[in-house]
């Protein structure tokens, strides 16, 4: 197995994976307040996500910087928690009420690049470039994204559009989910720390 392909494999698991369920409630309520014709907009915001994620992956590789993976593991749920309250406070989902989406994707991915961070430093090539293997990282993590707000988007289109059930329903009952679960994380984590 080459490198592209380990590193492909290690981003698309990273977030398609049962031990992902943080990265998947997060790109989950990250992406609720959008419906399938968004899914552009949705996309960019997905990419926002993976810059942050990936910006902290190069920088922890070159140990420019190292966090306590126990205090990444509390504030990754937090920024589940932090979305999702946002989410309830949305009154209407015109693009000028969603922009500080962008801010919480490109900022909590920096947050959840960490958590992933410390394990992937050590199997970066540290003498050559790292380019080629944290692009192909990126590729499998942009794609297991991909697959995750394509199912939401068609759930949405399912629950709003077929099921005639309001948007405002469709986002309490995602970020309603994605806070509970968030919020049990957040003491389960707390209660390790122990």
Same mark, same amino acid.
């Given at each position: 197995?080459?490198?592209?392909?380990?590193?492909?494999?290690?981003?698309?698991?990273?977030?398609?994976?049962?031990?992902?369920?943080?990265?998947?409630?997060?790109?989950?309520?990250?992406?609720?307040?959008?419906?399938?014709?968004?899914?552009?907009?949705?996309?960019?915001?997905?990419t926002?996500?993976t810059?942050?994620?990936s910006?902290?992956?190069?920088?922890?590789?070159?140990?420019?910087?190292?966090?306590?993976?126990?205090l990444?593991?509390?504030?990754?749920p937090?920024?589940?928690?932090?979305?999702?309250?946002?989410?309830?406070?949305?009154?209407n989902?015109?693009?000028?009420?969603?922009?500080?989406?962008?801010?919480f994707?490109?900022?909590?991915?920096?947050?959840?690049?960490?958590?992933?961070?410390?394990?992937?430093r050590?199997?970066m090539?540290k003498?050559?470039?790292?380019?080629?293997?944290? /692009?192909?990282?990126?590729i499998? =993590?942009? +794609?297991?994204q991909?697959? $995750? @707000?394509l199912?939401? #988007?068609? &759930?949405?289109?399912l629950?709003i559009?077929?099921?005639?059930?309001?948007?405002r329903?469709?986002?309490? /009952?995602?970020?309603?989910?994605? =806070?509970? +679960?968030?919020?049990?994380? $957040? @003491?389960e984590?707390? #209660?390790? &720390?122990?």
């Amino acid at each position: 197995m080459n490198d592209v392909e380990l590193f492909f494999g290690l981003g698309w698991h990273h977030i398609i994976s049962a031990g992902a369920l943080d990265h998947i409630l997060f790109v989950t309520v990250l992406s609720a307040i959008y419906i399938f014709e968004d899914w552009k907009k949705v996309l960019i915001l997905v990419t926002a996500f993976t810059i942050g994620h990936s910006l902290t992956l190069a920088l922890s590789v070159y140990d420019i910087i190292r966090i306590n993976n126990k205090l990444v593991e509390i504030l990754i749920p937090c920024t589940i928690a932090i979305t999702a309250v946002f989410n309830f406070f949305q009154k209407n989902f015109t693009q000028r009420k969603v922009q500080l989406n962008y801010f919480f994707a490109l900022f909590f991915g920096l947050i959840h690049g960490m958590g992933f961070a410390n394990s992937i430093r050590f199997m970066m090539p540290k003498d050559e470039s790292i380019a080629l293997p944290l /692009l192909s990282f990126n590729i499998g =993590l942009e +794609a297991g994204q991909i697959v $995750i @707000v394509l199912l939401i #988007l068609s &759930l949405s289109y399912l629950f709003i559009n077929i099921l005639r059930a309001p948007r405002r329903v469709w986002v309490y /009952l995602l970020s309603g989910i994605a =806070l509970i +679960a968030s919020l049990q994380m $957040i @003491v389960e984590r707390l #209660l390790y &720390l122990k």
